[in-house]
């Protein structure tokens, strides 16, 4: 529709973690505070991502000259049809998602687990949550198995996350997104 009204937040949140103003005297700053955002509302309003949205989301990022494109959605099944659009966005822009945050391993290791897609394509920066500590938060899922191909490759903070909301508002979140 062209309206990427956020309806629960979550992308006005990892928006301005990324790339809240500087120097403005309001809110906190962005760690790409100079970067621009394109928001592309990919979801239902309920939340629901289904593989179709996902790819059309994608195809319109790199359409429209997205260089990075942040994908902070995830689940446990593969579909050829997002699998497309993210092998023709990768030949033109950094893809990076979040690893899931059902404190589950990347495996079976040794009876649970299993990838979170996109985070775990090879082609895709997969990104787990890390505690104030530094350590792995705990709901961050996590490699089991390294260097196989459904690696996540980076951790970062994750916990009390302090961010942007809609309506002028901030909150502290968790989250493989928020990292």
Known sequence: SGDPADDHGHGTHVAGIIAATAENNIGGVGIAYNAKIMAIKAGQYSGILTTTDIAEGIYYAVDNGADVINMSFGGYGRAQVEED??????????????????????????????????AAHPWVVGVMASNQAGGMAGFSNWDCVTDNGLEYEVMAPGVDVWSTLPNASYAAWDGTSMA
């Open 85 to 118: 659009a993210l092998a023709t966005a990768y030949s033109q822009a950094v893809l990076v998602a979040a690893a899931g945050n059902n404190g589950l391993p990347n495996q079976p290791c040794p009876l649970i687990g299993s990838p979170m897609y996109p």
